[in-house]
Protein backbone atom coordinates (compact mmCIF):
# COMPACT_ATOMS: atom_id res chain seq x y z
CA UNK A 1 0.00 0.00 0.00
CA UNK A 2 0.76 3.37 -0.21
CA UNK A 3 0.82 4.31 3.24
CA UNK A 4 2.23 3.40 6.51
CA UNK A 5 0.77 -0.02 7.75
CA UNK A 6 0.22 -1.18 11.45
CA UNK A 7 -1.38 -4.71 12.59
CA UNK A 8 -3.23 -5.78 13.97
CA UNK A 9 -5.35 -2.75 14.34
CA UNK A 10 -6.63 -4.27 17.68
CA UNK A 11 -5.26 -6.34 19.98
CA UNK A 12 -7.05 -7.47 23.29
CA UNK A 13 -4.35 -9.44 26.01
CA UNK A 14 -4.49 -10.92 29.16
CA UNK A 15 -2.20 -8.81 32.00
CA UNK A 16 1.06 -10.75 32.40
CA UNK A 17 1.34 -11.99 28.16
CA UNK A 18 3.67 -10.90 25.44
CA UNK A 19 2.35 -8.84 22.68
CA UNK A 20 4.13 -8.06 19.27
CA UNK A 21 2.96 -4.93 17.09
CA UNK A 22 4.00 -4.58 13.27
CA UNK A 23 4.43 -1.78 11.68
CA UNK A 24 5.49 -1.78 7.97
CA UNK A 25 6.68 1.93 6.82
CA UNK A 26 6.44 3.66 3.06
CA UNK A 27 8.66 1.72 0.88
CA UNK A 28 12.02 3.57 0.48
CA UNK A 29 11.48 5.44 4.15
CA UNK A 30 14.88 5.22 5.79
CA UNK A 31 13.55 6.82 9.77
CA UNK A 32 10.68 5.27 11.73
CA UNK A 33 9.19 5.95 14.71
CA UNK A 34 7.12 4.66 17.08
CA UNK A 35 4.85 6.71 19.82
CA UNK A 36 2.30 5.63 22.42
CA UNK A 37 -0.78 7.53 22.77
CA UNK A 38 -2.54 6.97 26.32
CA UNK A 39 -6.43 7.83 26.36
CA UNK A 40 -6.67 11.77 26.43
CA UNK A 41 -2.64 12.13 26.19
CA UNK A 42 -0.68 13.58 24.06
CA UNK A 43 1.82 10.80 21.50
CA UNK A 44 4.98 10.08 23.52
CA UNK A 45 7.82 9.07 21.88
CA UNK A 46 8.90 5.63 21.93
CA UNK A 47 11.95 4.56 19.79
CA UNK A 48 13.37 5.83 16.45
CA UNK A 49 15.04 3.94 13.77
CA UNK A 50 17.59 5.28 11.29
CA UNK A 51 18.22 2.10 8.98
CA UNK A 52 18.37 -0.50 11.43
CA UNK A 53 19.88 0.85 14.05
CA UNK A 54 17.92 2.45 16.81
CA UNK A 55 19.82 6.10 17.92
CA UNK A 56 17.52 6.79 20.20
CA UNK A 57 15.68 4.30 22.28
CA UNK A 58 15.26 6.99 24.86
CA UNK A 59 11.25 6.64 25.46
CA UNK A 60 10.85 3.18 25.78
CA UNK A 61 9.14 3.12 29.83
CA UNK A 62 10.94 0.07 31.08
CA UNK A 63 12.89 -3.41 29.94
CA UNK A 64 9.92 -5.17 29.04
CA UNK A 65 9.80 -2.58 25.73
CA UNK A 66 11.55 -3.67 22.88
CA UNK A 67 11.87 -2.47 19.15
CA UNK A 68 13.68 -4.09 15.91
CA UNK A 69 13.45 -3.39 12.60
CA UNK A 70 14.90 -5.56 9.38
CA UNK A 71 16.37 -4.52 6.79
CA UNK A 72 14.84 -0.77 5.62
CA UNK A 73 11.67 -1.92 6.51
CA UNK A 74 9.40 -4.21 8.99
CA UNK A 75 9.85 -2.92 12.54
CA UNK A 76 8.23 -4.87 15.59
CA UNK A 77 8.06 -3.68 18.74
CA UNK A 78 7.07 -6.58 21.57
CA UNK A 79 5.92 -5.93 24.64
CA UNK A 80 6.87 -8.73 27.27
CA UNK A 81 4.46 -9.29 30.44
CA UNK A 82 2.46 -6.72 29.85
CA UNK A 83 0.88 -4.60 31.98
CA UNK A 84 -2.36 -2.81 32.56
CA UNK A 85 -0.77 0.81 32.56
CA UNK A 86 0.44 -0.81 29.13
CA UNK A 87 -3.11 -0.04 27.13
CA UNK A 88 -2.84 3.00 24.54
CA UNK A 89 -2.84 3.21 20.70
CA UNK A 90 0.88 2.45 19.29
CA UNK A 91 1.52 4.68 16.53
CA UNK A 92 4.34 4.08 14.16
CA UNK A 93 5.71 6.84 11.59
CA UNK A 94 7.64 6.64 8.89
CA UNK A 95 9.67 9.48 7.17
CA UNK A 96 12.23 9.53 4.00
CA UNK A 97 14.87 11.20 5.89
CA UNK A 98 16.19 12.04 9.81
CA UNK A 99 15.93 15.79 9.32
CA UNK A 100 13.35 18.18 11.16
CA UNK A 101 12.19 18.67 8.03
CA UNK A 102 11.36 15.68 6.78
CA UNK A 103 7.13 14.85 6.86
CA UNK A 104 5.90 12.22 8.83
CA UNK A 105 3.48 9.43 8.08
CA UNK A 106 1.99 7.86 10.90
CA UNK A 107 -0.07 4.65 10.42
CA UNK A 108 -3.09 4.10 11.97
CA UNK A 109 -2.15 2.44 15.23
CA UNK A 110 -2.64 -0.71 17.41
CA UNK A 111 -4.86 -0.45 20.33
CA UNK A 112 -3.78 -2.46 22.77
CA UNK A 113 -5.86 -3.37 25.46
CA UNK A 114 -4.67 -5.06 28.75
CA UNK A 115 -7.07 -6.88 30.56
CA UNK B 1 13.94 19.67 27.79
CA UNK B 2 11.71 20.83 25.01
CA UNK B 3 7.83 20.40 26.25
CA UNK B 4 4.26 21.90 24.70
CA UNK B 5 1.22 22.75 26.12
CA UNK B 6 -2.09 22.93 24.99
CA UNK B 7 -4.30 24.97 26.09
CA UNK B 8 -7.94 23.64 26.04
CA UNK B 9 -8.65 19.61 25.74
CA UNK B 10 -11.98 20.38 24.07
CA UNK B 11 -13.04 23.73 22.11
CA UNK B 12 -16.34 23.71 20.41
CA UNK B 13 -17.13 26.19 18.17
CA UNK B 14 -20.34 27.15 15.55
CA UNK B 15 -19.80 26.49 12.18
CA UNK B 16 -18.59 29.75 10.20
CA UNK B 17 -17.26 30.97 13.60
CA UNK B 18 -13.41 31.29 13.80
CA UNK B 19 -11.11 28.21 15.24
CA UNK B 20 -8.54 29.12 17.39
CA UNK B 21 -6.35 26.75 19.14
CA UNK B 22 -4.16 27.41 21.41
CA UNK B 23 -0.15 25.83 21.53
CA UNK B 24 3.37 27.01 23.83
CA UNK B 25 6.14 25.33 23.82
CA UNK B 26 9.30 25.41 25.50
CA UNK B 27 12.62 25.10 23.96
CA UNK B 28 16.43 26.69 24.60
CA UNK B 29 16.99 26.45 20.49
CA UNK B 30 14.80 27.34 18.34
CA UNK B 31 12.23 25.33 17.74
CA UNK B 32 10.33 23.02 14.74
CA UNK B 33 7.14 23.67 15.24
CA UNK B 34 4.18 21.37 13.62
CA UNK B 35 0.40 21.26 13.63
CA UNK B 36 -1.43 17.94 13.42
CA UNK B 37 -4.62 16.76 12.77
CA UNK B 38 -6.40 13.48 13.72
CA UNK B 39 -9.94 12.53 12.26
CA UNK B 40 -11.92 9.66 14.15
CA UNK B 41 -10.18 6.38 13.09
CA UNK B 42 -7.52 7.98 11.21
CA UNK B 43 -3.98 8.35 11.45
CA UNK B 44 -2.43 11.62 12.04
CA UNK B 45 -2.43 13.77 9.00
CA UNK B 46 0.50 17.35 9.07
CA UNK B 47 -1.29 20.17 8.83
CA UNK B 48 1.43 22.64 9.08
CA UNK B 49 4.86 22.84 10.33
CA UNK B 50 7.22 26.37 10.84
CA UNK B 51 11.21 25.39 10.37
CA UNK B 52 12.40 29.04 11.12
CA UNK B 53 11.26 31.29 7.27
CA UNK B 54 7.92 32.76 7.77
CA UNK B 55 6.23 33.35 10.65
CA UNK B 56 3.16 32.96 9.59
CA UNK B 57 2.46 29.60 8.28
CA UNK B 58 -0.51 28.87 5.80
CA UNK B 59 -1.44 25.36 5.93
CA UNK B 60 -4.43 22.40 4.74
CA UNK B 61 -7.85 23.42 4.40
CA UNK B 62 -7.78 26.89 5.38
CA UNK B 63 -5.70 26.84 8.46
CA UNK B 64 -2.64 28.75 9.76
CA UNK B 65 -0.12 29.48 12.66
CA UNK B 66 1.51 32.02 13.90
CA UNK B 67 5.41 32.01 15.24
CA UNK B 68 5.34 34.35 18.20
CA UNK B 69 8.23 34.03 19.44
CA UNK B 70 8.36 36.24 22.39
CA UNK B 71 5.15 34.51 23.75
CA UNK B 72 6.52 31.18 22.58
CA UNK B 73 3.23 30.61 21.25
CA UNK B 74 2.36 28.99 18.42
CA UNK B 75 -1.30 29.29 17.72
CA UNK B 76 -4.06 27.60 15.07
CA UNK B 77 -6.50 29.45 13.25
CA UNK B 78 -9.06 28.95 10.65
CA UNK B 79 -11.24 31.89 9.75
CA UNK B 80 -14.60 29.75 9.62
CA UNK B 81 -15.25 26.66 10.73
CA UNK B 82 -16.38 23.84 8.81
CA UNK B 83 -18.34 20.53 10.40
CA UNK B 84 -15.45 18.68 8.86
CA UNK B 85 -13.07 20.29 10.46
CA UNK B 86 -14.10 18.54 13.73
CA UNK B 87 -11.46 16.18 15.04
CA UNK B 88 -8.15 16.37 17.52
CA UNK B 89 -5.52 18.77 16.65
CA UNK B 90 -1.93 18.33 18.13
CA UNK B 91 1.02 20.68 18.60
CA UNK B 92 4.54 19.39 18.78
CA UNK B 93 8.06 20.52 18.79
CA UNK B 94 11.06 18.94 17.42
CA UNK B 95 13.92 17.69 19.33
CA UNK B 96 16.90 16.59 18.80
CA UNK B 97 17.73 17.37 15.33
CA UNK B 98 16.17 15.12 13.65
CA UNK B 99 12.42 14.38 13.66
CA UNK B 100 11.75 13.42 16.99
CA UNK B 101 8.56 14.88 18.22
CA UNK B 102 7.13 16.31 21.41
CA UNK B 103 3.45 16.60 21.33
CA UNK B 104 1.15 18.33 23.37
CA UNK B 105 -1.75 16.70 25.09
CA UNK B 106 -4.13 17.40 22.06
CA UNK B 107 -7.20 19.50 21.62
CA UNK B 108 -11.09 17.89 20.87
CA UNK B 109 -12.17 20.34 18.55
CA UNK B 110 -16.28 20.65 18.21
CA UNK B 111 -18.35 22.01 15.23
CA UNK B 112 -21.99 22.44 15.43
CA UNK B 113 -24.36 24.02 13.57
Known amino acids: GAGVSQSPSNKVTEKGKDVELRCDPI?????LYWYRQRLGQGLEFLIY????????KSGLPSDRFSAERTGESVSTLTIQRTQQEDSAVYLC?????????????FGSGTQLSVL | AQSVTQLGSHVSVSEGALVLLRCNYS??????LFWYVQYPNQGLQLLLK??????LVKGINGFEAEFKKSETSFHLTKPSAHMSDAAEYFCAVSEGGYNKLIFGAGTRLAVHP
Open chain 2, 27 to 32: SSVPPY
Open chain 2, 50 to 55: YTSAAT
Open chain 1, 49 to 56: FQGNSAPD
Open chain 1, 27 to 31: SGHTA
Open chain 1, 93 to 105: ASSRGTGSNEKLF
